[in-house]
């Protein structure tokens, strides 16, 4: 994949990541497909069946896994994507935790896949301790944010309420000597005062602190001063009666402290030994120098095994005879290379797969020095495969694996 097109495609998540945060579904669904997406592109779609290391990671191989800061970033940031994504849902921060997981095991599949990505070629469990630790420390963060962001229990908040409307007054009484006849006298009701309006717990635009709350508060807090007081009175007797013993076992305490401390810091006096001067010892021969990979004595095995000719070719050998082998169910077929120039840095093979036609091979070594890693690639070489009217059947760019001799 060229330069131009990563850049373009990382402007492009950095954009659908910026809609995600602000709540966006079909930018976070974007979001994921695309980074998914970005390892088939970089071995040009050329894919094969993952073989996945099912392997939980030691405790001597977990502190390496966590120095990759780029992937507990990465998945970092896709559980804060996720966690304002379940905004909505009940228990948002176990989802978003299930979610990232399952976006990290789907890009360890997709690493497998295509032989991209961390440099191996198996996607592996181990691989995703930085990525479970990038999602626990993003909802640790989360967490706590959304802890400080909440209000404390006895702040209330009271909505204002509307002037409640004049109560009728009640007429006066009428004297009775000038009631008219045939008058009916009704004894005045009886108006009690409102009841007190209830505290009003819901949230509203004032952050007003009720007396009840404010008293109940206080009540709770004179409550644990006197059970404090009344624990501290009951041990006062006794460390007064034992405050012999207590004292003898502090200057103790003090004294092995001070003893350890000196121990430790005064060592004792060394030697002084005057030795006789020694004859300078032989200088030592120089170190062998480091064999190139292209001297190297074994074979090369490609991450993506193709098929032509109703032959899948399997391994590539340049020392101690240049050769390329194809194999049949139940067979094997070596075809030695005619014309095979193999420099320190690039590889050049014609090779004849009689009676179909040629396979040609030319590559270069990224790494001149032979190593003893067997998950690292050694060897970027196109592939090409032409038949015996000189069409082009497959041609590919691939990746070998150096593997001991047989």
């Known amino acids: 994949m060229s330069p131009l097109a990563v850049r373009i495609g990382a402007g492009v998540l950095a954009l659908l990541a910026l809609f995600a945060l602000r709540g966006k579904r079909w930018a976070y669904f974007g979001f994921v497909l695309l980074g998914l997406a970005y390892f088939p592109a970089q071995a040009h779609f050329h894919v094969h069946v993952p073989k996945c290391e099912q392997l939980l990671p030691t405790v001597q191989q977990l502190v390496p896994l966590l120095h990759n800061y780029a992937y507990i970033a990465l998945f970092a940031g896709l559980y804060w994507i996720s966690w304002v994504q379940f905004r909505n849902t009940d228990a948002r921060t176990i989802w978003a935790f299930v979610a990232t997981v399952l976006a990290a095991v789907l890009v360890e599949i997709a690493e497998g896949m295509t032989a991209g990505g961390r440099g191996q070629a198996h996607c592996r469990v181990r691989d995703l301790a930085p990525d479970v630790a990038g999602a626990l420390g993003a909802a640790v963060l989360l967490a706590i944010w959304a802890r400080l962001r909440r209000k404390p229990a006895y702040v209330r908040l009271g909505k204002p309420r509307s002037a409640a409307a004049p109560r009728p007054v009640a007429p006066a009484p009428r004297p009775a000597g000038g009631l008219p006849p045939r008058a009916v006298v009704y ?33 709770r807090l004179r409550a644990i001063l006197g059970r404090v007081r009344s624990t501290l009175q009951r041990i006062w007797p006794i460390a007064r009666a034992r405050r012999r013993s207590i004292a003898v076992g502090l200057v103790v305490i003090v004294l092995v402290g001070a003893g350890v401390f000196v121990f430790l810091r005064l060592s004792a006096p060394t030697a002084v030994v005057t030795a006789q001067p020694e004859a300078a010892p032989p200088e030592a021969p120089p170190p062998a120098p480091r064999p190139l990979q292209s001297e190297v004595v074994g074979y090369y095995e490609p991450s993506y095994k193709f098929t032509v000719f109703d032959r899948r070719f ?93």
């Open 187 to 219: 004894d005045p009701p009886a108006y009690a005062p409102p009841p007190p309006p209830s505290p009003d717990f819901s949230p509203g635009p004032t952050t007003a602190v009720t007396p009840a709350a404010r008293a109940a508060v206080l009540r």
């Open 314 to 406: 399997t391994r590539l050998t340049l020392r101690p005879d240049p050769s390329v082998t194809f194999s049949r169910v139940g067979s094997r077929q070596e075809v030695a290379c005619e014309d095979s120039r193999i420099g320190r840095d690039a590889v050049r093979l014609r090779c004849t797969l009689e009676p179909y036609g040629v396979v040609t091979v030319e590559g270069r070594f990224p790494a001149r020095y032979a190593t003893s890693k067997l998950d690292m690639p050694v060897l970027s070489a196109w592939i090409t495969v032409t038949n015996a009217r000189g069409e082009v059947q497959y041609r590919a760019r691939d990746s070998f694996y150096w593997h001991v001799p047989d």
